[in-house]
């Protein structure tokens, strides 16, 4: 019983915040421009008309800066859970008159109606609760009220986020991206086969029944780098420098796609590194591509190799090539030096031949 009490005790205490002090300062500044711009616009736009700035868009403007990834902060949730609140806020006040009773319904009907649009935003809520218990100045604005200062400030908010954000490599609206089978079939992919699936996942969400404030594509991500972390830790001592294929067959840039062909034939190969005159790595010239060029004449390899291609480093540890080279069509992953030049590459062979080792022990690593 007292260890249930501590443990209920300790909900109250504040927790962690695992907030880089980059991202900190970003949401302070973006909340303060965010409000500035959408009071000056809506100054604008409406002269002397009042009031230009509501409270709750203190609370809007919270979201979509500082947490501009929350599934309440996305453009629908803030538009729409704004707008249907004052709407509702409105509806209430004109039929059931100005009184806290008539507020505390407003915002439960809010609430309700966010649920049914799939437009859930908090400061909607106060919105409701504004166009009720405001005074005059906002009793006199009627429906009015859902278009100023509510649609302008939530307007003015969201662009100003949208510029913000993205200026500063914040996706917004963000959208979680999740790796698809990019082999076009129904099989899950090689590292989802003994891990928890989507179903999965989406299985213990439904049981556990409760809003979770997080996309759930970014809840899959941060358990996947959970799980890729662990395993790092447990594997993370073998470099790629100590798998790595060292005679690396590659091509010039100005090579044409017979020659690639005959190359890759002759060496049985899925992939080569592309080189400049220099030497340095310009990209990777994967089969599939060549197969699907064949009437497209002979030209260079150059104009059909894949530039951003993923690349590792000697001192990186493989358990990094495990997301590249079993969530992609790519087999190889060339090794890059300081100098961006080609000292090795590493296959899915390569990989799993080192799992292997690592999982029946020590004594089998080459020294």
């Known amino acids: 019983m007292e260890g249930g009490v501590r443990n209920w005790l300790k909900g109250f205490w504040p927790q962690a915040m695992a907030v880089s002090l980059n991202e900190r300062l970003l949401g302070c500044l973006g909340v303060g421009v965010g409000l500035l711009f959408s009071g000056w616009l809506c100054g604008e736009l409406l002269g002397s008309a009042s009031p230009w700035l509501i409270a709750p868009m203190g609370a809007s403007s919270l979201l979509l800066f500082a947490v501009p ?118 099989d899950p992919l090689p590292r989802e086969r003994l891990g928890f699936t989507a179903e999965d996942l989406d299985a213990v969400l439904e049981a556990r029944g409760e809003l979770l404030d997080i996309n759930r594509e970014d809840l899959q991500a941060v358990l996947l780098a959970t799980e890729e972390r662990a395993y790092q830790r447990r594997f993370g001592e073998v470099k790629c420098a100590e798998i790595m294929s060292r005679d690396v067959q590659s091509l010039a840039g100005d090579c044409t796609l017979s020659e690639a062909r005959l190359c890759m034939h002759e060496h049985r190969l899925y992939a080569l590194p592309v080189r400049s005159a220099t030497g340095q790595y310009q990209g990777l010239l994967v089969l599939h591509d060549l197969l699907t060029a064949e009437a497209r004449g002979d030209m260079p390899v150059a ?34 030096d300081d100098r961006q030049q080609v000292v090795g590459i590493i296959s899915q062979s390569d990989l799993l031949a080192a799992l292997f080792n690592l999982s029946i022990g020590p004594f089998t690593r080459r020294e």
Request: charged share 10%; aromatic share 8%; proline share 8%.
């Open 69 to 186: 990834a929350s599934p309440l902060a996305q453009p629908w949730s803030v538009l729409g859970g704004n707008l249907l609140s004052a709407l509702v806020g409105v509806s209430c006040a004109e039929f059931l008159g100005h009184s806290w009773e008539v507020a505390a319904l407003a915002g439960g009907l809010a609430t309700a109606s966010m649920f049914a649009l799939r437009c859930l935003h908090p400061p909607g809520g106060a919105v409701a609760l504004t166009a009720v218990l405001a005074g005059p100045e906002i009793a006199k604005l009627g429906y009015a009220f859902a278009l100023y200062p509510v649609g302008l400030n939530s307007l003015g908010l969201l662009l100003i986020a949208l510029l913000f954000n993205n200026a500063l490599r914040r996706r917004y609206p963000h959208v979680a991206t999740s790796p698809g089978n990019v082999h076009r079939t129904r």
């Open 303 to 336: 104009s059909l190799m894949r530039r951003y291609a993923p690349t590792c480093r000697p001192g990186w540890p493989i358990t990094y090539l495990l997301q590249m080279l079993t969530s992609s069509d790519i087999h190889q992953v060339p090794v890059l």
